[in-house]
């Protein structure tokens, strides 16, 4: 006999400790399978999925992951059946907000924990340096960087706590690290079972804890320069000073972008990263590589990751929604950056995270409201010229251009043309990964 929630909520008003901390606890995963549900546009069939489902990722959801954590989500869908499959998401699983560890424990399954994790690094090897300046080595209510990184990355951590920017930087090395050691020994069921614990304290600290026990237990038996990785230092961006120019700016994102489109390019020839990179300076290689490394992909990479942004009629301007109260409240610096940046992509309704908590928004610019995906309500928008004095976030389109065309002519990068644009949105509609980002040794900053 089916107990309703209200019988629910009554019953553990009576009950003793442990069975109404049982109760509490059954109530929270059902709201968090309904927040799920609702965010992914489902009609929460439980039946159908309460064994777990397998269900393959997009190539436009893996298309959005810088390539080399799209190769482990590749790798980790191979398994999917054996880690338990898809109970709580329509497609491949998506951060939608942090997660506790008893939810974790009781309501997903292995496979969903991997692939989310795996997106969380993902995000924060894109997002790091934008946290780390954000951190203010404070609380969480009171830490933009920590709301940042759960808005971005699906977990918290201590940002208060010493050495805290240090593990922002190095928890996505780590994770390729071990992949490269687990790839290289062709073990990636025992990667996945060992590196990761859904059950454990899911905060950074505590996943990177369980990867870094991976690490050294095989550390010792592995070359961690395993076949076709990139080494992190030419995937990850260097830390930039407030103020660095612009050239230097945009040079830098060509380095980092330069090191994933030779790691794509490799995966293409099946051949290691390291002969890639050899290769590719080759004359009989220049067309292939050019497809992918060419002025036209590393501005569509730059928009993408909200480092270039499209010029907006009549300078910047401030998205805002209205209150209860009726009054017009602005949205933070980093949400109106999201909102911008999706525009810049083309898109109409773009998702964000607002608020201390990152309660998930959908932005219809069409319909011009701000909605609820869980309850689905809605609120007027509008958008408004920008009367603060402060720089509008990312580089206008046309200065990166500018610069971009001076790295054409510096013969750093090749020149755009009709079929290198059409064989680099191929790729990018394959499944491999992003649109590449960086590393050369033609040019020093």
């Not at 929604?321 to 898109?347: C, F, H, K, M």
Request: proline share 5%; charged share 25%.
């Amino acid at each position: 006999m089916k107990r309703t929630l209200a019988a629910t909520a009554n019953h553990s008003v009576t009950a003793g400790p442990k069975a109404k901390a049982k109760l509490e606890a059954e109530l929270r995963h059902k709201s968090q399978r309904g927040v799920a549900e609702a965010c992914m546009g489902t009609e929460g069939s439980k039946s159908s999925r309460c064994h777990g489902e397998v269900i393959q990722p997009t190539p436009e959801e893996l298309a959005v992951v810088p390539p080399f954590f799209s190769e482990m989500l590749v790798e980790l869908n191979k398994l999917q059946s054996q880690l338990g499959g898809t109970k709580n998401f329509s497609c491949a699983p998506k951060i939608m907000q942090k997660i506790k560890r008893e939810d974790f424990s009781a309501a997903y399954t292995d496979y969903e924990y991997i692939y989310l994790t795996i997106l969380g690094f993902a995000n924060l090897h894109t997002n790091a340096e934008e946290i780390v300046r954000k951190n203010n080595g404070k609380v969480f209510t009171q830490n933009p960087g920590v709301q940042l990184l759960e808005r971005s990355c699906g977990m918290t951590m201590h940002g208060d706590r010493e050495g805290a920017n240090n593990l922002l930087r190095s928890a996505p090395a780590s994770l390729l690290e071990a992949f490269a050691i687990c790839k290289k020994k062709g073990a990636m069921k025992e990667f996945f079972r060992d590196a990761f614990d859904r059950k454990a304290d899911p905060c950074l600290e505590g996943r990177l804890g369980r990867l870094m026990e991976y690490l050294e237990a095989k550390r010792m038996a592995a070359d961690s320069d395993a076949h076709g990785t990139p080494p992190w230092e030419d995937v990850s961006l260097k830390p930039l000073a407030p103020g660095t120019p612009v050239r230097d700016v945009i040079g830098e994102h060509l380095r980092v972008f330069t090191g994933e489109c030779i790691w794509s390019w490799s995966r293409q020839l099946g051949t290691s990263y390291d002969a890639a990179k050899k290769a590719r300076s080759e004359p009989k290689h220049e067309e292939s590589f050019s497809n992918l490394f060419n002025a036209a992909t590393f501005e569509a990479a730059l928009v993408s990751k909200g480092v270039a942004s499209k010029p907006v009629a009549g300078g910047a301007k401030q998205w805002e929604a209205i209150t209860e109260g009726g009054s017009w409240n602005p949205y933070d610096e980093d949400v109106n950056a999201q909102i911008q940046q999706g525009l810049a992509r083309g898109l109409t309704v773009i998702e964000v995270r607002s608020g201390p908590r990152g309660w998930k928004y959908e932005i219809d610019t069409a319909q011009m409201v701000q909605r609820n995906p869980k309850t689905r309500k809605e609120r007027p928008l509008r958008c408004v010229a920008s009367s603060s004095a402060a720089p509008a976030k990312g580089i206008a389109l046309q200065d990166a251009r500018r610069e971009i065309e001076y790295y054409v002519e510096m013969c750093t990068l090749p020149a755009a043309t009709p079929s290198r644009i059409s064989a680099g949105a191929a790729l990018r509609g394959s499944g491999s990964g992003t649109a590449p980002s960086s590393s050369t040794n033609n040019y020093s900053l």
